[in-house]
């Protein structure tokens, strides 16, 4: 993200928007669909959405990759949600990699749950296993700089 710009995409239409980063606290919309950019919920990627969201989203993204037989994912995920609405200039986004095995292979993802943060792109942490929403929203917290 540089000083002036970052680029969200959107979670209704997956355009990518460029957003003043001053207005990042301003609830954006989408320019296209006029939808919120910043849920403060997760929302499900598929293996097209995937690759999109985590290479052009410029602000802090955090992907719960997970599987539909994985008991502690399934624990995990009302915690998941609950750190996303503590932290809405986060995107907080899941891929099911039992459903989309090719949107995860590429990150090397070898236990589940594995929650991985990306900037611009690049992969910057990784925690693995189930954790309550209060360590993932500290966790996060420790990534934003």
Known sequence: M????????CPHCQVTNRVPAARL????NC??????L????PHELNAQTASKVIQKNDVLTIVDFWASWCQPCIMMAPQFKAAANQLPQVVFAKVQTDKYEQAAAPYNIRSLPTMVA???GKEIARQ?????SQQIAQWVQSLQT
């Open 2 to 9: 540089n000083g002036q710009n970052c680029h969200l995409v």
């Open 25 to 28: 606290s301003a609830a954006p």
């Open 31 to 36: 320019g296209k669909c006029s939808q919120p």
């Open 38 to 41: 910043l849920t403060g919920s």
């Open 118 to 120: 990306f900037r611009g």
């Open 128 to 132: 693995s296993g189930a954790l309550p």
